[in-house]
């Protein structure tokens, strides 16, 4: 591990590439059936259980991922199989990628981690949520936590699309700021949802 202007160098770390994001905070659901992704497994649970997830956008991989940590391990199959939860930890650029390891087959490389798991929501983002909440989640606010920037993420429902163009915004400003534009387009088309039911409700 080595600090590079306040980020962090993690290497040689496994390396599972796929077509999805895990914002830091959130929980995915993962199975595990190709033989080097079984290899892979076995090593990460005696190895603290970190491991990077590449993003996969139109079949190729991008140098930014999720840095995940297994959560639970919730079944094992007789054939190796696995069905795993694993927890987003950071959002990391990717320094250096490898194929296939050379003993294990599946690929690991050097990450640089951004440090994005201390992101603080706006003003005008947490008052776009407070919006949105009492029109579609209906969460009692005042008896949870102040909303953090990605408890917001994960409440709205994003795509893995939406969250890989958020992750790669430089600034606090622009993650604060693309956000704030979701759950505001989110606010507006459930405003339309309820109007149209109205409507239909009276004629």
């Known amino acids: 591990m080595i600090n590079k202007e306040e980020h962090i160098i993690e290497e040689n770390i496994p390396l599972f590439p796929l077509g999805i994001v895990v914002l830091p905070g959130e929980t995915r659901f993962l199975h595990i059936f190709e033989e080097r992704y079984k290899n892979l497994f076995a090593d990460i649970e005696s190895a603290g259980g970190f491991f990077g997830i590449p993003f996969i ?4 991989i991008d140098g930014t991922g999720s840095y995940v940590k297994i959560e639970k391990v919730l079944a094992r199959y007789p054939n190796g199989e696995l069905d795993i939860a ?11 990628y490898n194929d296939e390891h050379p003993e294990r087959l599946y690929p690991y490389g050097n990450l640089e981690l951004l440090q994005r798991d201390g992101i603080v929501p706006s003003r005008s983002l947490v008052e776009a949520f407070h919006k ?10 005042e008896k949870l ?11 709205i ?25 979701h759950v505001n387009l989110r606010t507006l088309l459930a405003l339309q949802q309820n109007s149209l ?7």
């Open 145 to 155: 936590p102040k909303p953090g920037f990605y408890l917001i993420a994960n409440s």
């Open 57 to 60: 956008r139109s079949g190729s």
């Open 197 to 203: 039911q109205e409507y239909y409700c009276l004629n």
């Open 86 to 96: 694993v927890k987003g930890i950071d959002i990391f650029n990717t320094l250096e």
């Open 132 to 141: 949105y909440n009492k029109l579609v989640l209906k969460l009692d606010l």
């Open 157 to 181: 429902g994003l795509s893995d699309l939406e969250k890989y163009d958020l992750v790669i915004r430089g600034s606090e400003q622009a993650l604060n700021k693309t956000m704030t534009n």
